[in-house]
T-cell receptor, first 113, second 109 residues
Framework: IAGITQAPTSQILAAGRRMTLRCTQDMRHNAMYWYRQDLGLGLRLIHYSNTAGTTGKGEVPDGYSVSRANTDDFPLTLASAVPSQTSVYFC????????????FGNGTRLTVT | GQNIDQPTEMTATEGAIVQINCTYQTSGFNGLFWYQQHAGEAPTFLSYNVLDGLEEKGRFSSFLSRSKGYSYLLLKELQMKDSASYLCAVKDSNYQLIWGAGTKLIIKP
């Protein structure tokens, strides 16, 4: 079934630990995105990639890094987790073009203690 | 700064009609999206408007007025499964999506 797969579904992480959230899509979409969603706030863009081999910073990039070695995969790494990074993380993808909607993965619920 | 405003929460009755408003102030405009998000799930795409007017898609319709920086999502013949959050998002002049905080819609029998 075509779509976006995120892993893990949820994770409890000790502060200071390193963590990589995985995201894979099989729709051959050019663009991929990482968002975080916190109660009472809109989705906030962390990093994005318009095409394989390129990445860019979003609204809240500090403490996060990404890579885009190929079209399908877009992992998000927290180098040293802090409690303020407790959130629900959504990976999304889209075709190029202004009217292309985003397709979202099911999210990763991360708790940093 | 850029801003999207939506009501935080709305309540409606099963079978009725509800209108969810969205006003925006962004640097440029390249389209407006509505998404539905059930609790604990991912957002899913509902509609896209780039020109003024009404776009109808089954029980859901979306309206845009670019001069007023205003959109609404109209849901007809409400069903219990329509209980969800509805997210408004605008693409700015750099084609970056700016998101509202979402409107939680509660449907009562």
């Amino acid at each position: 079934i075509a779509g976006i797969t995120q892993a893990p579904t949820s994770q409890i992480l000790a502060a200071g630990r390193r963590m990589t959230l995985r995201c894979t899509q099989d729709m051959r979409h050019n663009a991929m995105y990482w968002y975080r969603q916190d109660l009472g706030l809109g989705l906030r863009l962390i990093h994005y990639s318009n095409t394989a081999g390129t990445t860019g910073k979003g609204e809240v990039p500090d403490g996060y890094s990404v890579s885009r070695a190929n079209t399908d995969d877009f992992p998000l790494t927290l180098a040293s987790a802090v409690p303020s990074q407790t959130s629900v993380y959504f990976c999304a993808s889209s075709l190029a073009g202004g009217n292309s909607p985003l397709h979202f993965g099911n999210g990763t619920r991360l708790t940093v203690t | 700064g850029q801003n999207i405003d939506q009501p935080t929460e709305m309540t409606a009755t099963e079978g009725a009609i509800v209108q969810i408003n969205c006003t925006y102030q962004t640097s440029g405009f390249n389209g407006l999206f509505w998404y539905q998000q059930h609790a604990g799930e991912a957002p899913t795409f509902l509609s896209y408007n780039v020109l003024d007017g009404l776009e109808e898609k089954g029980r859901f319709s979306s309206f845009l007025s670019r001069s007023k920086g205003y959109s609404y999502l109209l849901l007809k013949e409400l069903q219990m499964k329509d209980s969800a959050s509805y997210l408004c998002a605008v693409k700015d002049s750099n084609y970056q999506l700016i998101w509202g905080a979402g409107t939680k819609l509660i449907i009562k029998p």
